[in-house]
């Protein structure tokens, strides 16, 4: 009993010691750590299993022995890169078995990804061995992911391991079998630093104990990963793989930076009729349209099939060229396609400024084809908005951009291959400031150049040849120049917002500040049109895509407020035609997989409609004279609202205006004022709101001695006096 009290103290002691010993050397490692990182490292020590303590399968365990840089990847003869995501003849053939007559799963022809850049992958779907601190957790490893200027704790560009070594992992967890084909990475995006993992191993699991990694017959391949930050790279796997979680092992990466990446994982999902949470969440639709990426040949022959669908409702145009000769189509909807309706407004929605933000235009292409074919199915609600409204639809605004990002593929163009036109120029930014010209104006009120709150004319620089002007920019304009649009949506992507003028900040010492146009309460309500219909936009629960959070403001947000932008097509649509214009960010991914987008469709369908109907909200009205001529160029002005309009060709004209009562003038040169009261409804539908006015005095003299070929007479005061001083001499 003494001997055994002894071995029971001993051991105690030795417990204690060993215990103490340990806690020593956490606080060693906690010492080696940067102190804005040691709670968030301590913690991960202490509530997760020593992320070397188990090796690989098939390994064996030798911690640190393999020193980052020293190996040399070694690729596969299947995992070179690919311009898209559909593999050769060659890999499409099915595989009947093995040499140990194993059975090989055939490659499929075009598994999709899984959803990691476009939030289908939740956050809680994402886990990996250690993060250098919040921001660069796990769920920010998403494809394409943006950090913002700033790279605070909360929105970083990457998933940046806590430690460089070979034993970190990033995991993704699938949620149901899933047959994996393919991994894309990307490095750190990042203004100040360059981070990227050059070669990993892929390991799949399902159980995320036991794990098992892509083989070949030489051993664990080694696929190679990126030589710079934002070039993705697509490695498809030698053999796809059934599992559950599938995990990224980085083995080397950037000597001069750490082990950061941002990936997605391409797999098809099994199906499973017993899992209630995916049946619960699949996206399907009804409508029956071409659920494809369309590049410009097929654009145009998909257009081509709507026009002989509907040939008494469409017409196809084009407004001009781009840089490299590609015509700019449009394609018109209305019930008198080709002529412009007195009292009728046109609506216009553009997409593509950016080529590489491909949802919008592929939105564009759907929309037409839905309209042309509820309308001969009679839909009363479509047949309603054709006969009422001239429709405009310009798909691809920079269809060279759209070539570039089109070659790359889905997923593969990273985050700007083809957003410029072939000159390098953003067509969204490069129209005229004409804000600057106004606030001046409005800032120096004695100043003899007086600028027009309204219809501001270009300047004459920017007309010149030799400015930085796109071709695509000018046919833009005259477009809007030649007819009287009314409302504009520019589709983009990258987002899930709609943003309203102005774009610009007054103060030029700020890069953000709320900067509202006269008409803000219309501008906010359009946009809430539109986002408080889209399946996402106003979710509270959805993540953000980036680092902007827009649900403070109802998925909207003023573009100045958001980041100052001098020369947008909001703000010049805005400040020199009638037309209002809204930017619509109709996605997170710019450039969607195909799989993705009858559910897109569904997010986006609705909003597309209701945002075009809002063209009939506020008032309208034709401004005649005695004879019942229209008279074109009459300014219309609203009491209170610092912002005109003027009527077009025929005398008609559309104000946009929420609910309300309104005091409303309009003036035309040689005519007399005139103003009246018109009460805008809740009710959809412009309230008419017609002036007949007269012409002035003086108009009217110099009419009547027009016509009888008479001239107002005008002498000089000289000649007068001679002629007083004859007068009274024969007197």
């Given at each position: 009993?003494?001997?055994?009290s002894k071995?029971?103290s001993?051991s105690s002691?030795?417990c204690l ?6 806690l020593?050397l ?6 080696a ?8 490292y ?7 299993d ?7 399968p098939g390994?064996e365990f ?5 020193r980052p840089?020293?190996?040399e990847?070694?690729?596969a003869?299947e995992?070179?890169?690919?311009p ?20 090989i799963?055939?490659?499929?022809p ?6 990691l850049?476009?939030?289908?992958i939740?956050d809680f779907?994402l886990?990996?061995?250690t993060?250098?601190r919040?921001g ?7 494809l394409?992911i943006?950090a913002g200027v700033n ?21 993704v967890d699938a949620?149901r079998?899933?047959k994996?084909t393919?991994v ?9 630093s ?7 191993r892929?390991?799949v ?6 794990w ?19 070039i ?9 793989l ?12 950037f ?12 797999g ?7 899992n ?14 071409d ?10 022959q998909?257009m081509?099939?709507?026009n002989?669908m509907?040939?008494n ?13 590609l ?7 209305s ?13 216009r ?5 950016h080529g ?13 084809q839905?309209m042309?074919q ?7 609600r ?13 798909p691809?605004?920079?269809p ?14 990273g985050w ?7 000159d390098?120029?953003?067509i969204?930014n490069n129209f ?10 409005e800032d120096q009120k ?21 400015a930085t002007?796109?071709v695509?920019t ?8 030649k007819?009287?649009?009314v409302?504009g ?5 990258g987002e899930?917002?709609?943003?309203y003028p ?5 103060s030029?010492?700020?890069t953000?500040?709320?900067?509202p146009?006269?008409?803000d309460h219309?501008?906010r ?5 539109y986002?408080s219909?889209?399946r996402?936009?106003t979710?509270?629960?959805r993540r ?5 959070d ?5 998925g909207?947000?003023n ?7 001098a ?9 020199h ?5 809204l ?17 897109e469709?569904?997010?986006n369908r609705?909003?597309?409609i ?6 009939h909200?506020?008032i309208?009205?034709?401004?005649k ?12 002005s609203?009491e ?5 309009i003027?009527?077009?060709?025929d ?7 929420n ?6 003038g ?13 009460e805008?409804?809740y ?9 007949t006015?007269s012409?002035?005095?003086l108009?009217?003299i110099?009419e ?7 001239q ?13 001083r004859?007068?009274?001499?024969q007197?």
């Open positions: 009993m003494i001997a055994l071995k029971s001993c002691l030795l010691t060993l215990c103490a010993f340990g020593a956490l606080g060693d490692v906690s010492q750590v940067p102190m804005e990182d040691q709670d968030y301590l913690q991960e020590i202490s509530n997760r020593h992320y070397y303590s188990f090796p690989y390994e030798f911690p640190f022995t393999e840089g020293e190996e990847p070694i690729r003869a995992t070179e890169e690919h898209g995501f559909k593999p050769s003849r060659k890999e499409l053939k099915p595989k009947k078995s093995n040499k140990k007559g194993k059975p799963l055939e490659t499929p075009d598994c999709p990804p899984l959803g850049e476009t939030l289908k939740t779907q886990h990996a061995s993060a250098k919040y660069l957790g796990a769920h920010r490893g998403r394409n943006q790279e605070n704790d909360f929105y970083d560009g990457a998933w940046c391991a806590g430690r460089n070594d070979p034993y970190q992992w990033i995991e949620r079998l899933t994996f393919g894309i990475t990307q490095g750190r995006n990042s203004l100040w360059s981070n990227w993992v050059t070669s990993y892929v390991l699991s399902n159980d995320s104990h036991a098992t990694a892509v083989r070949n017959e030489s051993g664990d391949v080694i696929f190679e990963g990126n030589s710079e930050k934002e993705p790279v697509l490695n498809m796997l030698p053999v796809p059934v599992a559950r979680y599938i995990r990224i092992n980085p083995r080397s990466w000597q001069e930076g750490s082990i950061c990446m941002r990936l997605e994982i391409l098809c999902p099994l199906p499973d009729p017993n209630y949470y995916h049946r619960r969440n699949e996206m399907t639709t009804t409508d029956n349209l659920f494809k990426h369309h590049n410009y040949k097929e654009m145009r998909l081509k099939t709507v002989k509907c040939p409702i469409t017409r196809i145009y084009n407004i001009g060229k781009s840089n490299q000769g015509k700019l189509y449009a394609v018109e909807i019930d008198n396609p080709g002529e412009h309706e007195v009292g009728e407004p046109e609506f929605y553009i997409a593509g400024a590489n933000e491909v949802l919008g235009r592929e939105l564009i292409l759907l929309l037409m839905f042309c509820e309308y001969l199915a009679g839909n009363p479509i047949v309603h908005l054709i006969e009422d409204t001239r429709i405009h639809l310009l691809s605004v920079n060279d951009g759209y070539d570039k990002a089109y070659k790359a593929g889905s997923e593969l163009g700007s291959l083809g957003r410029w036109t072939q390098g120029i953003d969204n005229p400031d004409l804000n600057s010209l106004l606030w001046e104006s004695k100043s003899k150049r007086k600028v027009p709150n309204h219809y501001i004319p270009i300047p004459d620089w920017y007309l010149s040849e030799n002007v796109a695509e000018r046919a833009i304009i005259a477009w809007m120049e007819i009287p649009f409302l949506g520019n589709l983009q992507g899930l917002v709609v943003a102005y774009d610009m900040v007054r030029m010492w700020k953000q500040d709320y900067t146009t006269p008409d219309v501008f309500w359009l946009a809430y049109s986002a219909t889209h996402l936009m979710d509270a629960r953000a895509c980036h680092t902007e827009f649900q403070k403001e109802d909207t947000v573009g100045a407020s958001w980041h100052t932008v020369g947008s097509i909001n703000d010049f649509s805005y400040l035609t009638n037309c209002f214009e930017s619509i960010y109709v996605g997170c991914d710019k450039y969607p997989h195909e799989s993705e987008l009858p559910e469709w569904e997010n609705e909003s597309l209701v945002f075009m109907e809002q063209v909200r506020g309208k009205g034709i401004v004279d005695t004879h019942g001529k229209g008279i074109p160029n009459a300014v219309i609203v209170g609202v610092n912002h005109d003027r009527t077009g060709a005398g008609d004209y559309w104000r946009l205006l609910p309300g009562e309104y005091v409303v309009v003036k035309a040169e040689g005519y007399t004022a005139a103003t009246k009261t018109c805008v409804g009710d959809m539908g412009a309230t008419q709101c017609d002036f006015i012409k002035t005095n108009a009217r110099k009547i001695m027009k016509k009888f070929g008479k107002p007479i005008s002498m000089s005061i000289r000649r007068l006096r001679q002629r007083a004859q007068w009274q001499q007197r």
